[in-house]
């Protein structure tokens, strides 16, 4: 679903992200960990194409992200670490446009019905998106994320703001994405969350990728949680 | 803390002419710098040589009265009107809906101080204002040979106590306006009539200033009597500056610095409450509906239209020259004088038809609305960057949100003047298709412009729209390319070549900068488009 080959990216002297090589199998939840400013952000957004990059390459569904830019973007949805949003729009209008966008038809309708009910939005949907709270926001980004039913689900910190019942909704419909044949790939720093949610994990540091595997290959017999440090002690 | 925080509001406001503020910022290229030289240079040099020609009928006419003062008031005044306009909604939005508003009462700081940091910002831009209206009344007086030393030093001080009152008084009406807009549903609305009746008063007052500037020439004495009786502030100012009291200066600077104290301690007593406080209307509950299908395209155009018509600052500013187009045709059907001047001209059908379509190609030029359309994208900007769109519609979008939005403007009021002035049919169907033509023109250029110099990270819409220079180049150069053209034809062109062949050259060219451009676009767009994430 998403391959990652030798990505690198630079902004100036630093190395944001270097060599890195990731592969992402249909039905995975892969998740990626690293301490702030690891290269997460950068790595997501040069997945997503809203970040161009030095050398490497991506392939999303066998399509080039470099050279593929839109069939990669059709099959995706992406979710960014701050919900920036339309502030101008009202919910549900910003739902439509993004609907139009993604060209779906009548469906739409029963898609959002069901995915605002799911994260109790319905009902604010005529507001301006400028009266949400922050929490709101992450909750109709992820709505307008999931709406088009993407291949793949690409997300930064995801779970930020949002209350504990959306976010126990957000994991039902990241595995259900994953039981239809799609992929998720996303960065946290709760490494419980990822514990318990994710197929197989990615630890960058400095911009390279020091572990990756299933859980069980990552951990062993200790938690994610000693892993993540004893390999921030090595390398540090 | 304070000097912190002036500094990083100077950098906002300085850094916002040069576009990439914040960020990974990129070294300027040469090319940018001299626009923005060229800029600069336009912008002084326009202004100097009208307000040059104002204080110089002043002081001709006041001079051998005695009345030196009174010019000097009058150049306050001047100034004191120029740099209130200029500040007034700034103040609104800076003072109190700055988007780091939370942020700062969040961390350690004094609410004063904030207030203080932001003032600043605001001191430095109606200081700046008022030195383009109060230098060029220094160097006519210079000119004239009448200098005193007492009065230049005033002139100095003076200068920098100017700005408080008007800060003063920008700051209550920011404040009544942040409360009014807190409390409405529809204050964007609000916001726009009110911008509209300051821009009618200001232009009512232009329209009147060859009227006014006669009477003042005619009834000096008497007008300047009245000043003196009822401006004590202007009368000082003027007395200080042109024989250099000391205790006028005194009295004007108590005049200045008393309001400011007071406005400041006022609104700093309530800062927080001002800031925190969300009255807010009543929540709209969703009850279904709003999800019509449509295309890409017009999803994309239709947002574009959304922002514009739901923001007053981006619609009153970039757009203002459609309401002149509609006001054009108004004003000549009730302006009885306008028309019979036109009449005793005795312009040919051709010349007349012809300045009627150089009007609305002007007024076409100085609409910019696709100039800060992609800065407006701010922080917002992953969105589209993240949809399945080519970067091309993207952009597309936007100058086509800008083409319809003046479309209907540009037709109903060609078609008003066509039917009004009866400039014939090859001149109607100019009168009809070059300022569409100007408006693809400025569009693209728009864009070009935008994608040259983006300001992505901002705390107010003002700073992308008002103060960037992006807006400022579309804004001009589509101006220029107009009255260029015009001036061309009418020093050089006007004996070889027939206004309609001229026209229809002007039609050609407009297409193919159009073309250039949107070729141009085309070829630079998704490369464009990805930088900007790292603007």
């Known amino acids: ?84 949003l339309y502030e101008y729009l009202s919910g549900i209008k910003y739902l439509n446009f993004i609907a139009d966008v993604f060209s779906m038809g009548t469906e739409r309708e029963e898609r959002i019905r069901e995915l605002a009910e799911a994260f109790e939005l319905t009902a604010d949907l005529a507001q301006p998106i400028s009266a949400y709270s922050h929490g709101m926001k992450q909750k109709l980004a992820v709505i307008s994320a999931l709406m088009h039913a993407p291949k793949l689900l690409v997300m930064d910190e995801p779970f930020t703001g949002l209350d504990p019942k959306a976010s126990f909704t957000l994991k039902q419909r990241m595995r259900a994405l994953c039981d239809a044949g799609g992929a998720v790939f996303f960065s946290t720093h709760v490494l419980e969350v990822a514990e318990k949610l994710c197929d197989k994990v990615a630890i960058i540091r400095r911009g390279k990728l020091v572990k990756s595997g299933t859980m069980e290959e990552v951990r062993g017999d200790e938690s994610l949680e000693e892993v993540f440090l004893e390999l921030e002690a090595d390398h540090a | 803390m304070l000097r912190s925080l002036v500094v990083i509001q100077l950098r906002g406001l300085l850094g916002s002419l040069g576009g990439r503020l914040g960020g990974r910022r990129k070294k300027a290229r040469p090319m940018n710098k001299v626009l923005v030289g060229l800029a600069a240079i336009y912008i002084i040099g326009s ?51 700055a988007k780091d508003n939370e942020l700062l009462l969040f961390l350690p700081i004094k609410p004063e101080q904030i207030l203080l940091a932001r003032m600043a910002a605001l001191y430095l831009m109606a200081l700046g204002i008022q030195a383009l209206v109060l230098l060029p009344a220094l160097a006519v007086w210079l000119l004239a040979g009448s200098v005193n030393m007492p009065g230049l030093l005033f002139f100095v001080l003076t200068g920098l106590l100017l700005p408080l009152p008007v800060l003063a008084l920008s700051t209550i009406l920011g404040w009544l306006l942040s409360i009014l807009s807190s409390r409405l549903r529809r204050k964007n609305l609000v916001i726009i009539l009110l911008s509209l009746g300051f821009l009618a008063a200001y232009f009512i007052g232009y329209s009147r200033l060859i009227g006014l500037m006669n009477e003042l020439v005619s009834r000096g004495q008497q007008l300047a009597q009245a000043a003196r009786a009822s401006l004590p502030p202007a009368y000082h100012y003027g007395l200080a500056l042109a024989e250099g009291k000391a205790a006028s200066f005194l009295l ?76 054009l045709p108004i004003y000549l059907l009730f302006d009885k004088n306008a028309l019979a001047l036109l009449a005793q001209l005795g312009l040919p059908q051709e010349w007349l038809g012809g300045l009627l379509v150089l009007a609305q190609c002007a007024l076409a030029g100085s609409v910019f609305i696709s100039a800060p359309s992609i800065s407006l994208e701010g922080r917002a900007l992953w969105i589209v960057q993240s949809l399945p769109v080519r970067p091309i519609n993207a952009l597309l979008a936007k100058a086509m949100a800008h083409i319809l939005i003046s479309l209907p403007p540009i037709l109903l009021s060609g078609a008003a003047l066509a039917w009004l002035m009866k400039p014939g049919a090859v001149y109607t169907a100019f009168l009809l298709l070059l300022p569409v033509l100007v408006s693809v023109f400025c569009a693209l250029l728009g864009l070009e412009l935008n994608l040259r110099f983006p300001k992505l990270e901002w705390r107010s819409e003002t700073e992308p729209v008002k103060q960037s220079m992006s807006t400022f180049l579309a804004m001009s150069l589509g101006f220029i390319t107009v009255a260029a053209l015009g001036a061309l034809y009418a020093l050089a062109l006007v004996r070889t070549m027939a206004l309609g062949t001229f026209l229809l050259l002007c039609a050609a060219l407009f297409a193919l900068l159009s073309l250039t451009l949107y070729l141009h676009l085309d070829r630079i767009a998704d490369r464009a488009f990805l930088d900007l994430s790292e603007a």
Request: hydrophobic residues 50%; positive net charge.
């Open chain 1, 1 to 84: 679903m998403l391959r990652i080959e030798n990505l690198s990216k630079s902004y100036g002297d630093k190395k944001a992200v270097d060599g890195l090589d990731l592969h992402i199998q249909p039905g995975e939840i892969y998740g990626f960990i690293g301490h702030n400013g690891a290269g997460k952000t950068t790595a997501i957004k040069a997945v997503c194409g809203i970040l161009r990059f030095d050398a490497g390459e991506i392939y999303i569904n066998g399509h080039s992200v470099r050279t593929e830019a839109l069939a990669c973007k059709q099959r995706t949805a992406y979710l960014p670490d701050n919900p920036d």
């Open chain 2, 47 to 97: 202004l100097g040589a009208s307000l040059g020609f104002y204080f110089h009928t002043m002081l001709a006419a006041f001079a051998p009265l005695g009345l030196a003062w009174f010019y000097f008031a009058l150049a306050g005044l001047t100034a004191f009107v120029f740099s209130f306009l200029g500040s007034v909604f700034l103040a609104q939005s800076s003072l109190f809906a």
């Open chain 2, 252 to 327: 004007f600077a108590l005049f200045c610095l008393a309001p400011f104290a007071l406005v400041m301690w006022l609104v700093s007593l309530n800062y927080v409450k001002v800031l925190s406080t969300r009255h807010g209307a009543p929540k709209l509950v969703y009850r279904g509906g709003g999800m019509a299908v449509g295309g890409r395209m017009r999803a994309l155009v239709k947002k574009e239209m959304r922002r514009f018509f739901t923001s007053p600052v981006y619609l009153m500013n970039t757009g203002i020259g459609l309401l002149f187009m509609l006001g």
